[in-house]
């Protein structure tokens, strides 16, 4: 429970919370500089300068009680004596934080200085109108009813003007090392994000220039082996083309000569039935192959284009409605779609296929625009939903069909498939950043949704 809060606490960056953890550090190395400063350097430099306050408090309420009266009263005159306490030194100052410093000061300073005087020589602190601090000097012998107070500038030590600018000066200096460490942190970032990049485009098909490799050697080490790696991957991918135009050529040379041989050899009014079985067989062979060779290319070298994805969906509606099978169409206003043209035909005419195959009635496409779940800046997707009102999946078998190879119960009863149409179209869907999701249709049947971010 305290790491699920700790970690959701936490920034989701890498670059948030090394800062974070570097504000944390400064801020705390700072604290520590401070309560080291005032305890074991400013605290004793106040009380030695009370301690020196002291005596010469003490000297001057000697000085004052030898004096005669004649001249006493004209001295006191000049320090400015009072019977009673000023009102302005009555008054404790509010806390303030950013007093903070000086209030604490202020306090050792006083309790220093009343620890040397006698007790029944109170002092007190005036902070309005000027700093100044009053003292109660001893009744002389010859008026013992009549104490009064003096007024005594405060010492420089015991201010502490000086420090509260070396406080905000530390403290600017702990604001310059976290912005000097965040303008290293995005220094170092930056390669990753390039890296970030990079491998997105590998993984919709691109081929990225290659990263530098002139920056930290932990970074250039991890440019190096992506570098290498896209190189692998690229040679793969002109392999595996390789190997895909051969199979497509060696398998249908001869399937093209089994046709020819099979129409040479049957002579003129024979029975025509095995050649039309063999034909449809031949058909399921080149089908189950063209299959594979979808599968496998899955348009990754198309390049995008930005179009109209309702244009498309209305001219494959009307190539099936020429075929017999009629779609309703419920087609949104939708934005300018980027798309590879001839994968995304493949998708929508697997999808439809299915439907036509498998549902059987109620064809249906729509399309409309969300803003839920997307994950484009413009916070906008594309959603196409091919319908139908075949017999319903559960939500596991549905998950299922998206695996290779895999075929739903009611598929069984079909020749010709092999389980790759639902694999081609969620290869396709992710190739274009989006997502393939199943829901239930209203009234019975099934649908498909195709969810396209606009940004992606």
């Not at 405060?154 to 600018?165: F, M």
């Not at 494959?316 to 934005?335: C, I, K, R, T, V």
Request: with cysteine.
């Amino acid at each position: 429970m305290t790491r699920s809060l700790l970690q959701r606490a936490l920034p989701r960056t890498l670059l948030a919370r090394n800062i974070a953890l570097l504000i944390a550090l400064v801020m705390l190395s700072q604290v520590c500089s401070i309560g080291v400063l005032l305890r074991y350097v400013q605290r004793p430099r106040v009380e030695r300068a009370a301690a020196v306050f002291a005596t010469y408090v003490t000297t001057l309420d000697n000085l004052l009680a030898a004096t005669p009266p004649q001249a006493r009263a004209e001295l006191t005159g000049r320090l400015d004596a009072r019977a009673q306490l000023p009102s302005e030194a009555r008054d404790e100052p509010a806390p303030s934080l950013l007093r903070a410093y000086r209030t604490y000061q202020r306090s050792v300073f006083l309790d220093s200085l009343r620890s040397h005087l006698p007790a029944d020589m109170p002092a007190r602190w005036q902070s309005v109108g000027g700093q100044r601090l009053w003292i109660r000097m001893h009744a002389p012998a010859d008026a013992p009813q009549a104490p009064y107070w003096i007024a005594l500038p405060v010492p420089e030590d015991a201010q502490g003007n000086g420090l509260d600018a070396a406080i905000f000066l530390s403290l600017g200096l702990g604001a310059l090392a976290a912005l000097t460490g965040l303008l290293i942190q995005r220094h170092l970032n930056q390669p990753l994000q390039e890296l970030t990049r990079a491998a997105r485009r590998v993984s919709a098909g691109e081929a990225p220039a290659p990263l530098p490799t002139d920056g930290p050697t932990e970074i250039a080490a991890v440019s190096g082996a992506f570098n290498q790696m896209t190189q692998t991957l690229q040679q793969a991918e002109a392999t595996r083309a390789l190997m895909l135009a051969g199979i497509s050529h060696d398998i249908r040379t001869p399937l093209t000569k089994l046709r020819l041989s099979m129409a040479m050899a049957m002579p003129d009014g024979g029975d025509s039935s095995f050649v039309v079985a063999a034909e449809s067989y031949l058909d399921q062979i080149e089908t189950i192959l063209q299959q594979f060779m979808d599968y496998a290319g899955s348009g990754e070298r198309e390049q995008p284009e930005r179009g109209d994805l309702n244009a498309l969906i209305e001219r494959l509606a009307g190539d099936f409605a020429g075929l017999g099978h009629e779609f309703e169409l419920s087609l949104a206003n939708l934005p300018p779609l980027a798309y590879r043209p001839i994968s995304m035909m493949r998708l929508l005419m697997n999808l439809m296929q299915n439907a036509i195959v498998y549902g059987k009635t109620g064809l249906a496409v729509r399309s409309w625009v969300t803003t839920e779940g997307a994950q484009g800046p413009a916070g906008e997707a594309v959603i196409v939903a091919v319908g139908d009102r075949g017999k319903g999946l559960s939500a596991q078998e549905l998950e299922q069909l998206k695996a290779p190879f895999q075929r739903g119960r009611n598929a069984r009863s079909h020749s010709g498939g092999t389980g790759l149409g639902l694999a081609i179209v969620e290869r396709i869907v992710r190739l274009h950043g989006g997502s393939l999701q199943f829901h239930a249709r209203e009234g019975g049947g099934l649908e498909v949704w195709v969810v396209l971010p606009v940004a992606a």
